[in-house]
């Protein structure tokens, strides 16, 4: 069973930056797409970056240009790095990995949600 463990969140200011981890166990990270989510109260659970395992990546249009994904198969880790934050970032995060880009939209993933970890952007 691939556990998660999510990392790295904080409060911060609008327009400040935050670095998000992911530490995940099993071999099957290394060979699979991996996403990073975010859940906002009262909003579901959405898909915003993700990076296949070969290195391609995905943002969703809200986010692209302020934040980067990337991994260290070595380490088994995944990052998030957030520039540039506005109020509408504050959620939960949560990071999770499927086969593919497709699997990780329709939600098809290999693994539990982690607990998250809270991203609040407020003055």
């Known amino acids: 069973q691939v556990q998660l463990v999510e990392s790295g969140g904080g409060l911060v200011q609008p327009g400040g930056s935050l670095s998000l981890s992911c530490a995940a166990s099993?071999?099957?990270?290394?060979?699979?797409?991996m996403g990073w989510y975010r859940q906002a109260p009262g909003n579901k659970r959405e898909l915003v970056a993700s990076?296949?395992?070969?290195?391609?990546?995905n943002y969703t249009d809200s986010v692209k240009g302020r934040f980067t994904i990337s991994r260290d198969n070595a380490k088994n880790t995944l990052y998030l790095q957030m520039k540039h934050l506005k109020s509408e970032d504050t959620a939960v995060y949560y990071c999770?990995?499927?086969?593919?880009?497709?699997?990780?939209?329709?939600?098809?993933?290999?693994?539990?949600w982690g607990q998250g970890t809270q991203v609040t952007v407020s003055s």
């Open positions: 999770n990995g499927g086969a593919s880009f497709r699997r990780l939209v329709n939600g098809e993933l290999f693994a539990a």
């Open positions: 099993g071999r099957i990270f290394r060979i699979s797409a």
């Open positions: 990076i296949s395992s070969g290195g391609t990546t």
